[in-house]
């Protein structure tokens, strides 16, 4: 167990420097903190006899961390899981300006990506809040429910320093909503500087500092979500890999809305109904208005979309082709088209597709992505890796966080049998530990 004196502790630009003073003018404080230290060690042997014998507990440091974990808690037979509320129980009022739950989710939720389950988008959970947990998961199909409490978000004003301390636990529960796995973590500040992780892209937590005086804070969310996320028991291989998708939520941009007309005329529409998640009425809405008007660009890619994000592919596809034979070059409908077949395993035209999209002058980083998986699902192993490769690199460029930790992990997971996808995994972490250290 590592001791940390009361010496003074300066955070500047999230580097610890520390001032060794007089330690003998200390002397009466380090006397007080050395009794309390060993109050809190006997504190935690003791609560470590009380354990619930009915889970199974895996402790590294009991003050900092624990898991638990009902004992017919088997990972591969949860396929899906949904992030839901956190509650904020902190009872501090410490970083106030901070959306303290919505930031615990949203990183909780990028983090989940590391695991080889599906997540569902938060708009789209959030589209039915008023449901039980249940519900929610026999209309997503989804097996667990993910939920959370915030029991510390503070800063520590002790006579040598001041530590920021954000604690979070997160709780698993099935269909039925029983409780199937807990863990949390005890992130403080004043342990020492705080590593780097290509996880902490997922969390987008660095993204979202806005200022110095909450930085802190913001990494101390990183690393207790991605320490208490880490002991999540992981499948072995996801099945239905919607990150393939996500793109087509990413692109329905503002300018999509108010550009359209029958915008002003009502808040329901097509567009609008399908960038918060309602999928369902999206669809419908699109397709009467097909009915009407067989030829609307705009509601036939509504439709595609809607139709992919509703793991409809065979849908996707064919409204896809109906705004490419009106217009041979729409980009959107070229990537939806990719992804549906690749969904549906026909990857020569899935291949055809993200060929022909990358062509265009808007090629991005999924693009590449996508072009890498169909090619190494072909055994084209080298051209695949160069694809994903390029799509890592181009996605540091745009600082697309997520995108840069997926290309990151499929080389990782290529390197492991193939020595060219290692090289270029190398490579590309070379260049990824550079753009973490500069946001750190």
């Known amino acids: 167990m590592t001791l940390y004196t009361a010496w003074p502790i300066v955070l500047n630009n999230n580097k610890l420097n520390i001032r060794i003073g007089n330690m003998f003018s200390l002397g009466k404080y380090r006397i007080i903190f050395l009794n309390a230290l060993s109050f809190c060690i006997l504190a935690s042997c003791s609560a470590q006899n009380n354990l619930n014998s009915e889970v199974k507990i895996k402790n590294s440091e009991v003050t900092k961390s624990n898991t638990v974990l009902t004992t017919d808690f088997n990972p591969e037979e949860i396929e899906c899981i949904a992030v839901r509320n956190i509650i904020d129980n902190s009872e501090s009022k410490d970083f106030s300006n901070l959306s303290k739950s919505t930031l615990v989710r949203q990183a909780a939720y990028g983090a989940l990506s590391s695991k080889n389950y599906r997540d569902i988008e938060l708009t789209r959970i959030d589209n039915f809040s008023e449901k039980s947990n249940s519900e929610i998961l026999q209309i997503l199909d989804c097996d667990a429910v993910m939920e959370g409490e915030i029991t510390q978000f503070k800063n520590d004003y002790l006579v040598a320093f001041s530590s920021t301390k954000v604690e979070i636990s997160l709780f698993l529960k099935d269909e039925n909503n029983q409780l199937i796995w807990k863990a949390h973590h005890l992130a403080d500040s004043s342990d020492g500087n705080i590593p780097l992780s290509p996880i902490s892209l997922l969390t987008g937590i660095y993204s979202a500092t806005q200022n110095n005086s909450e930085e802190v804070a913001m990494q101390m969310i990183d690393l207790a979500i991605r320490k208490t996320i880490e002991k999540l028991p992981d499948r072995s291989v996801l099945t239905y890999d919607d990150t393939e998708i996500i793109d087509i939520i990413d692109n329905i941009s503002v300018n999509d809305i108010e550009n359209k007309s029958e915008l002003r005329k009502s808040n329901e529409t097509p567009i609008s109904l399908l960038s918060k998640g309602a999928y369902e009425e999206a669809l419908v809405l699109a397709e009467s208005t097909l009915k009407q008007n067989p030829v609307d660009k705009e509601n036939l890619l509504v439709a ?63 693009d590449f992505y996508n072009l890498g998986v169909v090619l190494i699902a072909q055994g084209k192993y080298v051209e695949g890796s160069d694809s994903i490769f390029e799509a890592g690199n181009l996605a540091i460029k745009n600082k697309e966080n997520k995108k840069i930790y997926r290309s990151f992990k499929k080389l990782k997971q290529l390197s492991d049998t193939d020595p060219y996808a290692n090289r270029l995994y190398k490579e590309l972490g070379k260049s990824v530990h550079v753009f973490l250290s500069s946001l750190n």
């Open 304 to 366: 595609a979309r809607a139709s992919l994000l509703l793991r409809d592919p065979k849908n996707a596809v064919d409204y896809s082709l109906r705004l490419l034979v009106l217009d041979g070059n729409n980009a959107d409908a070229l990537s939806i088209a990719g992804v549906a077949y690749l969904n549906l395993k026909d990857f020569k035209l899935a291949e055809g597709a993200f060929k022909k999209k990358l062509k265009n002058k808007d090629a991005r980083s999924s």
